[in-house]
């Protein structure tokens, strides 16, 4: 079992995935959580580079590069071992991130960064892609609120940062996206609360898996 999730900033990912990784153990399945950027070793670096204030000069291909270089070490050092180990896996974010926020997000070529997906996950993708979906404006008040709570602002607030027309942008690229890959994606309502959009999931996941 390899699930994903994706989303803007503030869609709650890490509860939901909290809440899957639990409701999974409970019925006695082996979960490994992990994410992009950041899930393995060398995705770890990469990640302070990523994510940091001060990264801002960073262009965008080199962006690029780095998270397509952050997958290929993750898929191959992380997912794929634990997969073959039994473990289900889900991941927050993955290969649709790049072809969302790279893509729609900062003008890229949505199909070429496709082609360059193809590449990092060596033919390793999700059997299932839950979308949490949240008005750009709820999600970011939601991300701020986060931020200040757990005091990474200066570390991990370069996204935030970015301006609100940006995460617009990004929300309709995956509504795209998701639309484009009906078959692998389920598009979840993330405005209610956890307890409801968690519902939703598990729903979702039980059709998929028969768990
Ligand atoms: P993170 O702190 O993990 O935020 P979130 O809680 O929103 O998941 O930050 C990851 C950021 O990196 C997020 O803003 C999206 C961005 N990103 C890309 O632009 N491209 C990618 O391929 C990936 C994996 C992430």
Redesign the pocket.
């Known amino acids: 079992m390899f699930v994903t999730f994706e989303g803007i900033?503030g869609t709650g990912?890490?509860t939901q995935i909290a809440m899957l990784r639990q409701y999974l153990e409970a019925k006695g399945r082996r979960v490994l959580v992990t994410?992009?950027?950041g899930g393995s070793r060398v995705g770890r670096e990469l990640r302070k580079m990523?994510?940091h204030m001060e990264g801002k000069d960073l262009t965008g291909e080199t962006e690029l590069f780095l998270?397509l270089a952050d997958r290929a070490q993750h898929v191959s050092q992380v997912i794929r071992p634990a997969l073959d180990r039994g473990q289900a896996v889900i991941s927050?974010?993955f290969a649709d991130?790049?072809v969302v926020?790279?893509g729609y997000g900062r003008g890229l070529d949505p199909k070429l960064l496709h082609q360059f997906n193809k590449i990092a996950v060596a033919g390793l993708w999700p059997e299932l892609t839950i979308l949490l979906d949240i008005d750009p404006e709820l999600g970011l008040k939601r991300?701020m609120t986060r931020n200040m709570r757990e005091g990474k602002v200066k570390e991990?607030g370069r996204?935030e940062a970015e301006s609100l027309s940006f995460h617009k942008r990004v929300r309709e690229g995956y509504l795209m996206w998701a639309a484009l890959n009906k078959e692998r994606f389920k598009v979840v309502d993330a405005s209610p609360g956890a307890q409801a959009v968690f519902e939703d999931i598990r729903r979702v996941v039980d059709e998929r898996f028969g768990t």
């Open positions: 900033e990912k890490s994410l992009e950027p990523l994510l998270y927050d974010r991130s790049t926020y790279q991300a991990e996204f």
